[in-house]
């Protein structure tokens, strides 16, 4: 049993069961033992990696969106560039130096700003981004943002913010929640809360018995809260991230150890912990909030509309087969479809302050 583990369970002889949000908050926050506070999960030697890590191709292919939808909103001045949850600080990196090519008055006037709770990877990003530290600013959330037009990316970041399950019985809808079996392990089991049946995609009484139903209402909250600053003070932010288009049912609850998919509870506080983000909630949030919200797709048909393949080429030019053949496999990883592959799993969501063309969300710019 890891410490969180033991931590848990002590709570949960001590108050009760755990609604799945609770468990979900400990096992990435909790200030001991918490995953996000105690492990290096990015790269070879963590437990996942992510698209920037992959390559510099998906950074800059972020850094020519932010410049394409900068340039479509005026060009103005005193221009915030946010990341939330910037890992390593890599994809900041990597969209700079395409932001510094295409668009140097952006980069010269811009601010940079990151959303980091973690001192350790505030520490990896500085080293990452030692060129430009003296212009970064660091926050603990995202409302420090000063006031500002704001060019905002947050990757991989909603599907770590913790959800609420719900389970169709013969009763109807009760909570899923995590308690302790005869043995003292932890295991999942039922509490009184029921659901909002107004929430669902379906009439109720079409929903079989057994069906898990996810919602997250921190989620829905982080993204008004974004678009709202987006409609005050205008930009654009691009949401990046595994889940599906359309809200349904089904349990997406899951953990992943050393590039493994793991029980979710086994090793609380060791294992990462995530679900499927719900882009249909998302987009009915910003635009409940005022936001212009664009066409959402999947990452391959964002990159590949970006021009991955053409800068793919470039980057190849002149190189050796091995380098080629590198930069075609990460293509393929990041903008293809199938096993290992994120083109079709992951989506991408743009949200702007006010009504905007911008490619390859809205094809036919203005």
């Not at 918490?34 to 510099?56: H, K, L, N, V």
């Not at 704001?150 to 929640?177: C, H, W, Y």
């Not at 002149?318 to 990460?330: K, M, N, V, Y």
């Amino acid at each position: 049993m890891t410490p969180l583990a033991e931590k848990i369970r002590n709570l949960i002889q001590q108050t009760g069961p755990l609604k799945i949000s609770d468990y979900f908050s400990l096992c990435l926050a909790d200030p001991d033992h918490g995953y996000y506070q105690s492990r290096e999960p990015f790269g070879q030697a963590g437990d996942f990696i992510t698209a920037p890590e992959i390559s510099q191709l998906f950074g800059e292919m972020i850094g020519v969106f932010l410049v394409q939808a900068w340039h479509v909103q005026g060009a103005p001045e005193n221009t915030r560039i946010v990341e939330i949850g910037p890992g390593r600080g890599t994809l900041m990196s990597d969209a700079l130096r395409v932001i510094s090519r295409l668009a140097p008055a952006l980069y010269e006037q811009a601010t940079i700003h990151m959303v980091e709770t973690s001192e350790r990877l505030r520490n990896v990003q500085r080293q990452t981004l030692v060129r430009v530290k003296q212009r970064i600013s660091w926050h603990d959330a995202f409302e420090e943002i000063p006031a500002g037009f704001t060019l905002m990316v947050a990757n991989e970041l909603f599907d770590a913010i913790p959800i609420r399950q719900f389970i169709k019985t013969r009763q109807g809808f009760s909570e899923r929640m995590v308690g302790l079996d005869d043995t003292g392990a932890l295991a999942f089991g039922l509490g009184p809360a029921g659901l909002d049946t107004s929430l669902l995609p379906i009439p109720e009484a079409a929903v079989r018995e057994g069906e898990i139903f996810e919602i997250s209402p921190a989620r829905a909250a982080v993204m008004q809260a974004v678009a709202a600053k987006l409609v005050r003070d205008g930009g654009t932010a691009l949401i990046i991230d595994y889940g599906h288009l359309v809200t349904g049912f089904g349990d997406t609850l899951q953990a992943v150890h050393q590039h493994e998919f793991d029980p979710p509870l086994a090793r609380p506080g060791e294992a990462d912990l995530t679900s499927h983000v719900d882009f249909q909630v998302l987009a009915e949030a910003a635009g409940a909030a005022g936001a212009h919200v664009h066409r959402p797709l999947t990452q391959g048909d964002f990159l590949l509309g970006l021009g991955i393949l053409e800068r793919a080429g470039a980057l190849g030019a002149g190189r050796d087969s091995l380098t080629q053949a590198t930069i075609g496999d990460a293509v393929n990883r990041l903008a293809g479809e199938g096993e290992g592959r994120m083109g079709a799993l992951f989506k991408v969501l743009a949200v702007s302050g006010r009504k905007v063309r911008i490619a390859p969300f809205d094809p036919q710019q203005a």
